[in-house]
């Protein structure tokens, strides 16, 4: 199994930034990409943007330009460093593991957009 914690998230005026953290636990070695997935009220869990093992990037539109996913592999964490946050963006995030024997997710963190 792999264990997920999140961290980062917060309340922060439109324009702000944030960085969400997801520190992993356990079975780290089976893990061959970490994404960041959001679910704002009434809507379904969406993808932001993975990071595959190799350092591969893939990102929503919505996050583009915005948005970078990173990894640091010392400490098993993945990062998604948020700039120009906009309301819309408001939404618990959560951090999912791809391994070989399933997916693993962390408990969310609350981002609030708001002035």
């Known amino acids: 199994q792999v264990q997920l914690v999140e961290s980062g998230g917060g309340l922060v005026q439109p324009g702000g930034s944030l960085r969400l953290s997801c520190a992993a636990s356990?079975?780290?070695?089976?893990?061959?990409?970490t994404g960041w997935f959001r679910q704002a009220p009434g809507n379904q869990r969406e993808l932001v943007a993975v990071?595959?093992?190799?350092?591969?990037?893939t990102y929503a539109d919505s996050a583009k330009d915005r948005f970078t996913i990173a990894k640091d592999a010392i400490k098993n964490s993945v990062f998604l460093q948020m700039n120009s946050l906009k309301p819309e963006d408001t939404a618990v995030y959560y951090c999912?593991?791809?391994?070989?024997?399933?997916?693993?997710w962390g408990q969310g963190t609350q981002v609030t957009v708001s002035s």
């Open positions: 990071i595959t093992r190799d350092g591969s990037t």
């Open positions: 356990g079975n780290i070695f089976r893990i061959y990409k």
């Open positions: 999912q593991v791809t391994t070989n024997i399933g997916a693993y």
